[in-house]
């Protein structure tokens, strides 16, 4: 896909398990990746610096207002068109088109937000700028410094008229059964990124799987020859020690199942350079 001469700004906040995929994706339709932390408690920040995007931290949600000055302050630059998302729990990948279609839209600020449902919203174009909870904007740079300049009273209307300005509500997207991603599919997937990310698969299932394979196969024989007959007590040993046995080895299985997939996705993050 042709790249946009755009910068994309991610802003949220405890993003660890999706923030590479995002910054990834955001990478495949823009020239520039930055991300704007709201004070994360994980490994967010480390994994976004770990894949070399830029990070800044924001100690508080800023208004679109501040979120405009704050750009202009900082060391970025100028001459790209910005989209600027806000990564809510409700964010999917599959957002990006719509979101990237806004930015080929040639406006100079524009700004969606969510709502409830039924709060009735006459004009959009009325509702004071600095209030609105905003979930996507894009601002160039003639949109960028008019939007720093407003008032904290200012309005759409009150934007100058030589600029294209669009607020509105954001309309949500009707959601289709489709595969979802690993680390949102289900509680399961998150624990399995978890376990490849450990990068010590053998030390997880390995040594236990190994130490209930021996225990399991030594009992089994002497279970074997202490019991002569078949009542409830041996048969429920005999069963216990060939479960044992069985998930020893199921243990070492997967163990080494981890560790070659491990190995893999290293081999694939090698071949695009991403440092680890």
């Known amino acids: ?8 700004i991610l ?14 994706r955001a990478r495949e339709i823009s020239q520039e990746v930055i991300f704007f932390d709201l004070g994360s408690e994980d490994e967010t920040i480390e994994l976004a610096r770990e894949i070399e995007c830029p990070v800044y931290t924001i100690e508080s949600d800023l208004s679109c207002q501040d979120l405009s000055k704050y750009i202009l302050d900082s060391d970025l630059s100028l001459d790209y068109t910005n989209l600027v998302i806000k990564i809510s729990d409700e964010w999917k990948l599959s957002d990006f088109p719509i979101v990237e ?8 600020i524009f700004i969606a937000f969510t709502s409830e449902e039924d709060e009735l919203i006459e004009d959009t174009n009325q509702l004071v700028l600095n209030s609105i909870d ?16 407003t008032s904290i009273l200012s309005n759409a209307l009150d934007l100058d008229e030589d600029l294209t300005v669009r607020v509105t509500r ?7 059964p489709q595969r979802e991603s690993l680390a949102s599919a289900s509680r399961f997937a998150q624990l399995f990124y ?5 990068k010590h698969p053998l030390l997880l299932f390995g040594i236990p799987g190994i130490v209930l394979f021996v225990l399991g196969y030594n ?14 007590t041996s048969i429920g040993v005999t069963l216990t020690t060939i479960a044992m046995t069985l998930v020893g080895l199921f243990a070492i299985m997967v163990a080494l199942i981890l560790y070659i997939m491990g190995k893999q996705v290293e081999q694939i993050q090698s071949q695009y350079d991403w440092s680890r």
């Open 194 to 198: 978890w376990m490849l990310e450990t």
């Open 11 to 24: 802003i949220g906040r405890n993003l660890e398990l999706k923030i590479i995929s995002l910054i990834i």
């Open 101 to 108: 279609n806004r930015s080929k839209e040639s406006w100079d």
């Open 134 to 149: 905003f979930s996507h904007m894009v601002l160039s740079k003639k949109g960028l410094n008019e939007l720093s300049k």
């Open 219 to 232: 009992l089994s024989g002497n279970v074997l020859v202490t019991f002569s007959e078949l009542n409830t």
């Open 170 to 176: 954001l309309q949500k997207s009707i959601r289709l």
């Open 1 to 8: 896909m042709e790249k946009t001469g755009e910068r994309i």
